[in-house]
C-alpha cells in the first residue's frame, strides 16, 4: 500500500486538482483499515464532492472500493451472468418482475440488492414483506442457488465491499452523498463485485429520483457505464422517468402483490412494464440469449404470456423459504387489507396531470414502509395503492387512493399527503415514453432503441 499523506490529498482535491490514482487507492485502504480516521475521510469526501473526480480517479476509487472486500468468482458456472441496478426511485419493482423474466429466457441472474435509502425503496425489504422469504443467503448458498435454477436475490453480506459500507455511512452524515462520481463508485464497487459478466443499469431521473436533471442523469449513466467497461463488464445504461410513481403501488408488499399482477400479464401497457421489458431486452442481448435488444424484448414479453416468468418468481420464493401461497394467491397475505381511503379535495377535478413521486416517497415511509433512522424496522404491509393516475378523469369526492398501515395514528398526516401529491388540469398530459434514453461504450442511442415497440 503506498504511504500516502491524507492531508496533501485533501488540500490537493480542495485546490481542484487531480491526483494520482495510487493515491486515492492508498487513502481508500489507509480508511478502510482504520488508519486514517473519520475527519480526515470527511475533509476528502467534500473535497471531492465539491470538485469531482476525474475517469482515472472515480475507477481508482472504485477499484480500491470493490477490492476492499471479497470479489466472487462465478465463472466455473454455466451461462453469462448479468444483473440489474437502478439508481433508485419511488415504486420502483422492478427488479421482482424483471430478474424472474431474464431467468426464465435462460439468462442466470445474480442479483444483490439493497435496502430502502431515503424517500426510495428497496428490493431487499420487498422481497422480506413475503412471509418465509430469507435474503441473508451465505455465499456458497448463493452460488448453489444460482447454478440450479439460475436465480438469486440476496442483500449485501459483511465481505463484499465494506469500504463502501463505511464510506456511505461517513457520506450520509456530511452532506456528501449527491456526488457523482461518489454514487458511482460506491454502486460500482458492490455491483462488480458479485461476479456478474454483464450490467444493465435503469438510471432514474426527475423528482423522485436522486439525478432530478436530465444532465445529472446522463453524466451518471456515462461514469457508471465507463467504470464498468473499464473493468471489463459489458454495461448498458437506459435513463428513465421518475417524475411519477412508478406502477399502482407503493410499499413493500402493495409492490410484491402488484409485481405478482404484472407477472401474470396485467398491467401490459404501463410505463411500469415500459421499462421493466426494455431492461430485460438490454439483459437478453448481454447474456448472449438475444440477437437485439428488441429481440430480447419479444422473448420477454413471451415469458410473461406462456407464464415461465410467474413460474421462475414461485420457484424463487419456494427456494428462498418465501410461503409460495401468496404468489397464488395475493389477498392469503395477512394484512394486505387497506385501512383508509384518500379521497379527491375540492381542486382535484378533471384529468390527472401529475402525482408528485417524491411527495408520495416520504408519505410512504411515514406510514411505515421505509426507515426514519437507520434503527427502524420497516412495516412489511405499510404503503400507498393509486386508485387515479396520471391520465384519468377525476373529480371531487373520488377515491384516490388507499392507504396501509399497522399503526393507525400515522395515517392522517399520509391521507393529506397523498392528496397534496396529485395535481389536475383539464387535458391529459401529452404521453411520453418512459425510457428516456438508452447509453452504451459507443454513445447515446434514443429512448426509441430500448422502448416497447419490437
Ligand atoms: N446507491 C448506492 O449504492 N450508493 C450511493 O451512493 C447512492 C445510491
Redesign the pocket.
Known amino acids: 500500500m503506498p504511504d500516502v499523506n491524507p492531508v496533501h490529498l485533501i488540500a490537493h482535491k480542495r485546490d481542484g486538482q487531480s491526483l494520482d490514482p495510487d493515491d486515492i487507492r492508498g487513502v481508500v485502504q489507509a480508511y478502510t483499515a482504520g488508519d486514517v480516521p473519520d475527519y480526515q475521510m470527511s475533509a476528502f469526501l467534500m473535497a471531492t464532492y465539491l470538485n469531482g473526480l476525474n475517469d482515472a480517479e472515480a475507477a481508482a476509487l472504485t477499484d480500491a472500493m470493490l477490492h476492499s472486500g471479497r470479489v466472487l468468482d462465478l465463472s466455473d458456472l454455466p451461462g453469462t451472468k448479468v444483473d440489474k441496478h437502478s439508481?433508485?426511485g419511488v415504486g420502483d419493482k422492478v427488479s421482482l418482475i424483471l430478474a424472474p423474466i431474464v431467468a426464465a429466457c435462460g439468462v442466470p441472474v445474480p442479483m444483490i440488492s439493497?435496502r430502502g435509502?431515503g424517500h426510495t425503496g428497496g428490493t431487499l425489504d420487498k422481497l422480506e414483506s413475503i412471509p418465509g422469504f430469507r435474503t441473508d443467503l451465505s455465499i456458497e448458498d448463493y452460488r448453489r442457488q444460482l447454478a440450479d435454477i439460475g436465480l438469486v436475490l440476496i442483500g449485501q453480506t459483511e465481505e463484499m465491499a465494506p469500504a463502501?459500507r463505511k464510506l456511505?455511512a461517513l457520506?450520509d452524515v456530511t452532506a456528501t452523498?449527491e456526488s457523482i462520481p461518489?454514487?458511482a463508485a460506491?454502486?460500482m464497487s458492490?455491483k462488480l463485485a458479485e461476479g456478474i459478466d454483464a450490467l444493465v443499469l435503469d438510471v432514474k431521473c426527475g423528482r423522485g429520483a436522486?439525478m432530478k436533471t436530465e444532465a445529472d442523469a446522463r453524466t451518471l449513466a456515462e461514469t457508471l457505464t465507463a467504470i464498468g467497461e473499464t473493468n471489463g463488464t459489458p454495461t448498458t445504461a437506459l435513463m428513465t422517468r421518475m417524475d411519477v410513481p412508478l406502477g399502482r403501488a407503493v410499499g413493500n408488499w402493495p409492490e410484491v402483490a402488484e409485481s405478482i399482477a404484472c407477472l401474470r400479464g396485467e398491467h401490459a401497457d404501463s410505463a411500469l412494464m415500459e421499462v421493466t421489458i426494455g431492461l430485460a431486452g438490454e439483459m437478453l442481448a448481454l447474456g448472449g440469449v438475444a440477437d437485439t435488444p428488441a429481440d430480447g424484448r419479444t422473448q420477454a414479453r413471451e415469458a410473461i404470456e406462456d407464464g415461465s416468468a410467474l413460474d421462475a418468481f414461485r420457484t424463487l420464493v419456494e427456494t428462498q423459504d418465501g410461503d409460495p401461497s401468496v404468489v397464488d394467491d395475493p389477498s392469503m397475505r395477512p394484512g394486505a387489507d387497506p385501512v383508509a381511503d384518500v379521497v379527491a379535495p375540492d381542486h382535484l377535478e378533471g384529468v390527472v396531470t401529475s402525482i408528485d413521486a417524491l411527495a408520495i416517497g416520504f408519505a410512504a415511509v411515514d406510514l411505515g414502509a421505509g426507515r426514519r433512522t437507520k434503527e427502524d424496522t420497516v412495516d412489511p404491509t405499510a404503503g400507498i395503492v393509486f386508485e387515479r393516475t396520471v391520465g384519468d378523469k377525476v373529480e371531487p369526492g373520488d377515491v384516490i387512493a388507499r392507504l396501509y398501515a399497522r399503526d393507525a395514528s400515522r395515517i392522517p398526516a399520509a391521507q393529506e399527503a397523498v392528496a397534496d401529491a396529485f395535481t389536475a388540469g383539464a387535458s391529459a398530459p401529452e404521453a411520453t415514453s418512459a425510457i428516456i434514453d438508452r447509453y452504451t461504450r459507443d454513445g447515446w442511442s434514443g429512448g426509441s432503441d430500448a422502448a416497447s415497440s419490437v
Open positions: 439508481t433508485g439493497g435509502l463502501d456511505y457520506r452523498v461518489l454514487i460506491s454502486i458492490k436522486f
